[in-house]
Nanobody, 127 residues
C-alpha cells in the first residue's frame, strides 16, 4: 500500500507560478511511475504530467507542455510539479498518482494505469 500526500495548491493570478509536491510513503512500497492528473467538475480526470523513476522518462499533456515541469527526489520519495505561466484554464483539483511498481519503462497517461491516488489539492488561477 502506498500513501500519497499532495501539497502546494492555492489561489494565484494568471501568469504566476506554483509548485505542487507529492510525498509517497508506505511499508516496503515499490513505485516506478508517478503522475499528476487534474479534474474540474463535470469532466473526467485528465493527465497532466508523468515520470518514470526507472528510466527517468517524462511526458506532458499538450496543454501544459513548455509551462509545467515534473521532477523527482528519490531520497524524499517525492515528485514535484512546477507550474509556470499559469492560466485560468489550469484551475482544477490536482491529483498525484502512482503505480504499484508495474511499469518499468515509459509513462502511462491513462488513469487506469495508476493504482494509488492522493486526496487532491485545489489550484485556482484568477484572470
Amino acid at each position: 500500500q502506498v500513501q500519497l500526500v499532495e501539497s502546494g495548491g492555492g489561489l494565484v493570478q494568471a501568469g504566476d507560478s506554483l509548485r505542487l509536491s507529492c510525498a509517497a510513503s508506505g511499508r516496503s512500497f515499490v513505485v516506478n511511475l508517478m503522475g499528476w492528473f487534474r479534474q474540474v467538475p463535470g469532466k473526467e480526470r485528465a493527465f497532466v504530467a508523468g515520470i518514470n523513476w526507472n528510466d527517468d522518462s517524462t511526458a506532458y499533456s499538450d496543454s501544459v507542455k513548455g509551462r509545467f515541469t515534473i521532477s523527482r527526489d528519490n531520497a524524499k520519495s517525492s515528485v514535484y510539479l512546477q507550474m509556470n505561466s499559469l492560466r485560468s484554464e489550469d484551475t482544477a483539483v490536482y491529483y498525484c498518482a502512482s503505480d504499484a511498481g508495474v511499469y518499468s519503462r515509459g509513462v502511462r497517461t491513462t488513469p487506469g494505469a495508476y493504482d494509488y491516488w492522493g486526496q487532491g489539492t485545489q489550484v485556482t488561477v484568477s484572470s
